[in-house]
């Protein structure tokens, strides 16, 4: 079966951390750009973060930019972002995609092969 398996959300509190890991299943993820999406209630999706199909290169989000952290191990062919000094704001479901990379640079697909379910990250005290 192909698919994208997001895991490790939950409740944190402001300033803690989390690390999301977003596994695939079916394929390989050495041929595909990697997107974490976020989606809180009432807001639009926001895509956050990315990384190329090599590994190589990375694009943040101001709004995570110096927080969070993305990586690729191509050998558990799974990519995971770590999430540092965690704010209420970032509370949302948090979903991974896999697009084919095109480019040297990671980019925000307008369309994706494969979406994970999500995980839904609440950072509250």
């Known amino acids: 079966q192909l698919q994208l398996v997001e895991s490790g959300g939950g409740l944190v509190q402001p300033g803690g951390s989390l690390r999301l890991s977003c596994a695939a299943s079916?394929?390989?993820?050495?041929?595909?750009?990697i997107v974490w999406y976020r989606q809180a209630p009432g807001k639009e999706r926001e895509g956050i973060s990315c990384?190329?199909?090599?590994?190589?290169?990375?694009d943040y989000n101001d709004s995570v930019k110096g927080r969070f952290t993305i990586s690729k191990d191509n050998a558990k062919n799974t990519v995971y972002l770590q999430m540092n000094s965690l704010k209420p704001e970032d509370s949302a479901i948090y979903y991974c995609?896999?697009?084919?990379?095109?480019?040297?640079?990671?980019?925000?697909?307008?369309?994706?092969?494969?979406w994970g379910q999500g995980t839904k990250v609440t950072v509250s005290s």
């Open positions: 990384i190329s199909k090599s590994g190589s290169t990375t």
């Open positions: 995609a896999a697009a084919h990379g095109l480019f040297r640079q990671c980019v925000y697909h307008r369309e994706y092969d494969y």
């Open positions: 079916g394929f390989t993820l050495d041929t595909y750009d």
